[in-house]
């Protein structure tokens, strides 16, 4: 019954004018970021983040336009890797293996509508996950103390961008760099100045804004540089769009159940929603068996990893929400958002904050359906989204990069940080390094650091404290695994090489 009242309360806030059409504008927003081949929804988020400073919006209303942007990503992924071959993100690698093969059979109308129902149905079961299961949750985080919280950061930083990763050193060095970079500003016990280097403007630390932009949004800019401005074009042509309702009866029963393992693939800390896509995918393969022609054009095939990596989407939220831990990429910098709205993510942010909480869910209810009304009758203004030139699209991302820095901060030398942190993520990315493990240590280093002396403190510097408790040990255990798993799982999760003519 709390849940149900917490909802109405959740509803009555969802419901106004001013917050729906937030959701509808992130909705169509995130959309068309996600159609864009190499954007995805980190990128998205992150890009657009600036933009809720500028609005001047608060917390409730931040959270849902960008949590609006992360599903409409998550839906917009499907259209290019069923229309070109090109992935729109990494979740939405596995819808390339029969959602292409559709396109070249003359069914790309069929496939698009399927995989926007399957996401439908993938990240509305995913929202009523979150709202049972976050509750719990954060009932259970109350067991935890510094020992357990710090072996939890250590699962993050373990797991998160492993597996997207080409090798485990690359991700540890980039989990390193950012959590040298946390280190920089006053020592939060004994207030001297660590890394600063007599710079002022670095006493307070490296906002995680200025860092997310940077590394994401403007590196991005230098990758658009890169190539030429070269114009994005339609692999398929994109005739008659109608709803294959016999296709959709037949994918009912791989909706649901790739659900259910993305759900779970998504609340796990740092197995996000490409786990979730290849893990919904493979086993719906299995159950299909040879007769499921899977990798030919199989309507079961689309419609399982979309249904899985928007579902994990949705249970990514879950321990962002409940433990302060990003379950993904997108999460993580979600997760800057709600720090420096001043909203601490944890067990008492659902006492502390219910309409934060609440509003969001009820909002995500609502996108799920304003999503689906939008990607099945509206597909093909999305799909013209894919003929944007770069050279149009590059000085949006620019302004609104700058201008929403600016105006959070009004310092020219955050400007110049952003530009710098541009470059740095442009030079990892050229050496496959990846960057949402650097995020990860700006955003928790501090956190992990504190847990870690608290750690000590109470224990005498006893080290063995930090094993000292079921959970803590447990922690530890799915940390090593999640460290060592991707090593073996590599060649499994590689890349499906492009279909040629």
């Given amino acids: 019954m709390d849940i149900l009242a917490n909802l109405s309360v959740g509803f009555g806030i969802a419901l ?12 169509f927003l995130g959309t068309i970021i996600g159609a864009l081949p190499g954007l995805g929804p980190s990128n998205g988020v992150a890009i657009l983040i600036p933009l809720t400073f500028t609005l001047g919006l608060d917390a409730t209303s931040a959270l ?24 729109g993100d990494e979740p939405a690698l596995m819808t390339t293996l029969d959602g292409y093969p559709m396109a070249k059979q003359g069914r790309a109308g069929d496939a698009l509508v399927i995989s926007g129902v399957a996401s439908f149905v993938g990240a509305f079961l995913a929202t009523v996950g979150l709202m049972l299961l976050a509750p719990l949750l954060a009932n259970v985080a109350y067991l935890f103390g510094p020992a357990e919280y710090f072996a939890l950061y250590l699962l993050a930083f373990c797991t998160l961008g492993g597996i997207a990763s080409n090798n485990q050193a690359k991700a540890a060095l980039a989990s390193c760099i950012g959590l040298g970079i946390a280190m920089i500003g006053l020592d939060n016990q004994s207030g001297m100045p660590r890394f600063t280097y007599g710079n002022l403007h670095l006493m307070d630390g490296v906002d995680f804004l200025v860092a997310i932009v940077g590394l994401f949004a403007v590196a991005e800019v230098f990758f658009f540089i890169e190539s030429h401005g070269k114009n994005t074009s339609i692999g398929v042509v994109l005739d008659k769009v109608r709803v294959p309702w016999r296709d959709l009866r037949a994918c009912t029963g791989t909706m649901i159940r ?12 740092g197995a996000g ?12 393969k299995s159950i299909a068996g040879a007769k499921g022609k899977f990798g030919t054009g199989a309507p079961r095939g689309v419609a399982a990893p979309e249904a899985g990596n928007n579902a994990a989407a949705g249970g990514a939220l879950v321990p962002m929400l409940t433990l302060g831990v990003p379950g ?7 997760l800057a958002l709600l720090m420096t709205l001043n909203i601490t993510p944890g067990p008492t942010l659902f006492t502390d904050r219910p309409d934060v909480v609440w509003g969001l869910i009820a909002s995500l209810l609502i996108a799920n359906f304003v999503l689906l009304a939008m990607n099945v009758p509206m597909v093909k203004i999305f799909v013209k989204v894919l003929m ?13 990069s700058f201008v929403g820095i ?7 030398f955050d400007l110049t940080l952003m530009v710098a942190f541009g470059v740095l993520g442009y030079v990892l990315r050229k050496l496959d390094i990846p960057t949402v493990p650097v995020i990860l240590g700006i955003l928790l280093g501090n956190n992990m650091e504190d847990a870690l002396r608290r750690a000590m403190i109470l224990s005498d510097g ?6 000292s408790s079921p959970i803590s040990i447990g922690l530890w255990v799915a940390a090593v695994a999640g460290f060592i798993a991707p090593m073996f799982l590599r060649g499994v999760l590689k890349k499906p090489q492009a279909v040629t003519d």
């Fill in 462 to 467: 006893d080290v063995s404290f930090l094993f």
């Fill in 16 to 27: 106004s004018p001013y917050t729906l059409m937030l959701a509808v504008i992130g909705c």
């Fill in 406 to 412: 600016y105006s959070l901060s009004g310092s020219y």
């Fill in 258 to 269: 790739a659900s259910g393992v993305g759900f779970v693939a998504g609340v796990l800390p």
């Fill in 328 to 334: 993904s990429g997108t999460t993580a910098v979600l």
């Fill in 388 to 400: 944007v030139p770069p050279a149009v699209l590059l000085p949006g991302v620019t302004m609104i």
């Fill in 64 to 87: 849902v336009l960008m949590t609006s942007v992360y599903y409409g990503a998550m839906y917009g992924g499907r259209i290019s890797s069923i229309l070109l071959n090109i992935p």
């Fill in 273 to 284: 929603a490409s786990l979730g896509s290849f893990l919904a995918y493979m086993s719906e």
